[in-house]
């Protein structure tokens, strides 16, 4: 059972960055899907999620309409599109999976987590 991110990287204020998560080891189409982002010295935030068919997607308002997340069941992957990107975005993301939908934003909760991708925004 593994989750393993990718796509962060240096960017420049307003750039856009994709980033994945691709799982294996369960079924990936019945489980809803989180992004969560820990900066430095601060506690690990909810920043999207998405449910086992994507017709529910919740986000924290910090996000403010630029990022989106996404899932192709087929490719057992699940995608954060971050665009305009500030240097407050900096941070490293997570990827996990939900134990069920009510508790999406409930970090505490989750069953499974990836190992994180680091995402920096220089102004």
């Known amino acids: 059972v593994q989750l393993q991110a990718s796509g962060g990287g240096l960017v420049q204020a307003g750039d856009s960055l994709r980033l994945s998560c691709a799982a294996s080891?369960?079924?990936?189409?019945?489980?809803?899907m989180g992004w969560f982002r820990q900066a430095p010295g601060k506690e690990r935030r909810f920043v999207a999620g998405?449910?086992?068919?994507?017709?529910?997607?919740v986000y924290a308002d910090f996000v403010e309409g630029r990022f989106a997340i996404s899932r192709d069941n087929a490719k057992a992957t699940v995608y954060l599109q971050m665009d305009h990107v500030k240097p407050e975005d900096t941070a490293v993301y997570y990827c996990?999976?939900?134990?069920?939908?009510?508790?999406?934003?409930?970090?505490?909760?989750?069953?499974?987590w990836g190992q994180g991708t680091q995402v920096t925004v220089s102004s």
């Open positions: 996990g999976r939900a134990r069920e939908w009510r508790l999406m934003k409930v970090g505490s909760k989750y069953v499974q």
């Open positions: 080891g369960f079924t990936f189409s019945a489980v809803s």
């Open positions: 998405i449910d086992e068919s994507s017709g529910l997607k």
